[in-house]
């Protein structure tokens, strides 16, 4: 498609998908053209759910509700969670351990690790986390081009439902958590409303934990099929940031981000109408020869290494230092307990069914 029809509108969905990095750079960082705004004037589904959360809004909004929680995840206060991540990750790594020497990676270290760290910043009680992570795979597993499903819609329900019921908790026991900081938050006076705090927890809860979990699943994944970077890695730990970043550009863990014309513009030579749907595919700007050398190999000395796997602009992820912390603590821990860790021979590996996010169902090794 870069070659053939980098920007290109799909007839059935009317949405314009654009694929050469320079043209998705521009799209996600071109606020004033490309608007975050989702589901226009009236959004549905998971939709509503986001409709006010800072993902979905162009600024000066976003400025404003971005600012509340910068503080959080600078990576100066992210450092600060590294022992309490490396201590989960030891107990889980423990309860591998006790499977007999095979394990599934995903189910029992890259799926629970970000969902603990989220609910424990959130303040979410240990025995919801099930459930918690239950609702982002649901809601992650919907498109904004395909319609919500009865079972998407019920499972928006229960989140909202437990969202607004642990939001009035917090309001008369506030406590040391990211949703009790939110709630005693003001901008020029006004506190956020209801639907902007559910915004802000639906977000956390999906950004923050596929994704993460799929960077980690994706890196063991990359080890696995390139065993040189494997040994190097066990010589030279330090090889590990650089290593995780080349993850993040081969086996991106989010392929595509949404956005709307907010007027008429031109694109790779293609005018697009005001208020078209626009799909930015990261993943394919990600392996842009024009952009990256050998851009299908997979090399851990890429430097510069100028991935947009994070986004770019004013929504560059707020969680980028949070995730690359836990995936660094993961692979580090992984590969000291385990220095011959390796992918199951004639696994099954299936991917998830998502066109936004990239990862495996299970990885067993
Ligand atoms: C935004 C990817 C982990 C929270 C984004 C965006 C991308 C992304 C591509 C840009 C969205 C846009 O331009 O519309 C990833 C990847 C992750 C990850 C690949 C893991 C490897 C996290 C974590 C958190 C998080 C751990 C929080 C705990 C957010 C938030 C935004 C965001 C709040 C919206 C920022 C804004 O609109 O200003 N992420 N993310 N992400 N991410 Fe992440």
Redesign the pocket.
């Known amino acids: 498609m870069r070659a053939a029809a980098p920007v290109f509108q799909d007839d059935q969905s009317g949405s314009w998908h654009v694929f050469r990095y320079d043209d998705v750079q521009r799209v996600?960082s071109e606020h004033a053209t490309f608007s975050?705004r989702m589901g226009g004037e009236n959004p549905s589904g998971t939709g509503q759910l986001f409709a006010a959360s800072?993902?979905t809004t162009d600024p000066p909004r976003?400025r404003q509700l971005?600012s509340l929680v910068t503080q959080a995840?600078t990576p100066k206060s992210v450092d600060a969670l590294a022992p309490r991540i490396a201590a989960l990750t030891g107990e889980l790594l423990d309860a591998m351990t006790t499977g007999g020497g095979s394990a599934d990676l995903i189910r029992e270290l890259a799926y629970p690790l970000?969902v603990i760290v989220?609910s424990e910043l959130m303040g979410i009680p240990a025995e919801d986390r099930e459930r918690f992570k239950h609702w982002s795979a649901v809601v992650v597993s919907q498109t904004r081009t395909a319609p919500a499903s009865e079972r998407q819609d019920s499972t928006t329900s229960e989140m909202v439902e437990y969202f607004l019921a642990l939001i009035d908790q917090r309001r008369s026991r506030p406590g040391n958590d990211l949703i009790s900081s939110l709630l005693a938050a003001e901008i020029e006076g006004h506190k956020l409303t209801v639907p902007e705090l559910l915004g802000f927890c639906s977000?956390?809860l999906v950004?923050?934990n596929e994704?993460?979990t799929n960077?980690i699943g994706n890196a063991v994944l990359c080890l696995a099929e390139s065993p040189g970077t494997h040994a190097r890695l066990l010589d030279e730990p330090a090889l590990l940031p650089q290593t995780l970043e080349e993850v993040?550009r081969f086996r991106?863990?989010?392929q595509s981000?949404y956005r709307v014309a907010a007027a008429e513009t031109v694109l790779g030579g293609q005018r697009i109408p005001s208020g078209a749907p626009i799909v930015a595919w990261?993943g394919s700007a990600n392996r842009d020869e024009q952009q990256f050398e050998r851009a299908a190999e997979f090399d851990v000395d890429r430097n510069p290494n100028r991935h947009l796997?994070?986004?770019h602009g004013?929504?560059?992820?707020?969680?980028?230092p949070?995730?690359r912390l836990e995936a660094r603590i993961a692979l580090e821990s992984l590969l000291t307990r385990f220095p011959g860790l390796s992918v199951t021979p004639d696994a099954q590996l299936e991917r998830m069914e998502s066109s936004i996010v990239y990862g495996l169902k299970s990885l067993p090794v």
């Open positions: 996600l975050s800072l993902i976003h971005r995840f970000p989220i977000l956390l950004a923050g994704t993460t960077l993040l991106s863990p989010v981000m990261i796997a994070f986004g004013i929504h560059f992820c707020l969680g980028a949070l995730a």
